[in-house]
């Protein structure tokens, strides 16, 4: 069905007529989507004819100015209304390829940003964190503004820069250090590959951008004679050493270690002792066998819902107690708590255990994780062999 679509007036104030359009059958109002039939111009006319007392209509003098205002804006009104009722009533003038490209104009329009938070809603806890943590350089790099047309490599070289070179949120003092960009760009790589995927990007930018290098990093473990070393050493916080051993005896990170409870602990005859837990960053389950000795350090048994370092927290007090332990001990490494955790993995593969078994200890899911420490064995065994050196 057709719209008619007529200029009609209406009298108003001081010797005036407002023109608007009437539109048969109603359109959608562009605001409200109600029906509508009316279209106020905000043009008027001067009314050229008034109602007598007689109540018969008689004709006004109009000056030369008002009679032109009156000619002119009648052109316009109806200019306006010939556009509406054309627009209204116009056919399909878009061939394929010209819907075509009005579509990939249309997603083009649509926000990366909108689209990034969209897949960091869906992540997992142990991942949404990085992916919240990418966002927020990527609203500061853009201040919260970024089409999809206006991705391309030189935005995303820039955005790289950008990340290599920025100040960390946690500290304007320091730099966001490189394996932290690295991770943040490939979140943002993810995204591209996903919405070119999706139909959104029509070049898949994500190929064509190399990733950030990561940067080799060194992790510090101990020795077995250092590890004994500590075990005779006394430490001012003994909850603190404890967990600390236990982590160098299983490979355990400090956040499980503390919300160990008891129930976590089996014995199996013939087996030994088992812990089952859930590890809080990868929300992976794991059995995990562990020795005697480090049963021992456990100390009497408790209810099965309490926790078995009861006590345990992460704080600069603690890490105060940690250094003054290390320090006592004669060892000058720069050692935190998880290093516990790499001494094990680095004492297990010096003494014959398998990559992969040490992998699945240690709850990696992907072997080369576990990599950097065969490396470390690696390195110390070539170390090892250049210090026999024969004087011929």
């Known amino acids: 069905m057709t719209t008619k679509v007529t200029l009609r007036q209406k009298e108003i104030s001081k010797g005036r007529k407002s023109l608007y359009l009437d539109f048969y059958p109603p359109i959608p109002h562009p605001e409200t989507g109600e029906p509508t039939r009316r279209e106020f111009l905000g043009l008027y006319i001067f009314k050229e004819t008034t109602t007598g007392r007689n109540g018969k209509e008689k004709k006004v003098v109009l000056n030369p100015i008002d009679k032109q205002h009156n000619t002119d804006t009648l052109k316009i009104a109806d200019s306006i209304?010939?556009?509406?009722?054309?627009?209204?009533?116009?056919?399909?003038?878009?061939?394929?390829?010209?819907?075509?490209?009005?579509r990939k104009r249309e997603l083009g329009e649509q926000s990366f940003i909108d689209y990034f938070k969209k897949l960091t809603d869906k992540k997992k806890e142990s991942n949404r964190n990085s992916w919240l943590s990418t966002l927020?350089?990527?609203?500061?790099?853009?201040?919260?503004?970024?089409?999809?047309?206006?991705?391309?490599?030189r935005f995303l070289e820039?955005?790289?820069?950008?990340?290599?070179?920025?100040?960390?949120?946690?500290?304007?003092?320091?730099?966001?250090?490189?394996?932290?960009?690295?991770?943040?760009?490939?979140?943002?790589?993810a995204a591209l590959k996903q919405a070119y995927k999706d139909g959104i990007l029509q070049t898949d930018l994500n190929s064509k951008l190399q990733p950030i290098k990561a940067a080799e990093t060194r992790r510090e473990y101990l020795t077995i004679d250092e590890l004994n070393r500590l075990v005779k050493t006394p430490c001012n916080d003994p909850l603190l050493k404890r967990a600390a051993l236990f982590s160098s005896l299983t490979g355990l990170r400090f956040s499980d270690i503390q919300k160990m409870v008891w129930r976590e602990i089996e014995y199996i005859e013939g087996q030994g002792y088992f812990l089952n837990f859930l590890q809080k960053k990868t929300k992976g389950v794991e059995v995990l066998p562990i020795s005697e000795q480090?049963?021992?350090?456990?100390?009497?048994?408790?209810?099965?819902v309490d926790k078995v370092f009861e006590g345990l927290k992460y704080s600069a007090y603690a890490n105060k107690h940690l250094s003054q332990w290390i320090g006592a001990a004669g060892i000058t490494k720069d050692i935190t708590f998880h290093c516990f955790r790499h001494t094990y993995a680095t004492l297990q593969l010096f003494n014959g255990t398998d990559i992969y078994t040490v992998s699945k200890m240690l709850g990696h899911k992907d072997l080369k994780t576990t990599q950097v420490y065969a490396n470390i064995v690696d390195k110390a065994k070539r170390e090892a062999t250049n210090k026999i050196i024969l004087d011929f």
């Not at 609203?139 to 089409?147: P, Q, S, V």
């Open 81 to 102: 209304r010939q556009k509406r009722e054309n627009f209204l009533n116009k056919p399909e003038i878009y061939n394929e390829y010209e819907k075509e490209q009005l």
């Open 136 to 153: 927020n350089y990527l609203e500061a790099f853009t201040n919260g503004k970024l089409k999809f047309a206006d991705l391309n490599e």
């Open 158 to 189: 820039d955005f790289k820069e950008y990340l290599l070179t920025t100040k960390s949120t946690r500290s304007e003092k320091t730099t966001l250090s490189t394996n932290s960009a690295v991770s943040y760009f490939n979140k943002v790589k």
């Open 294 to 304: 480090a049963y021992s350090i456990c100390g009497s048994p408790g209810d099965s």
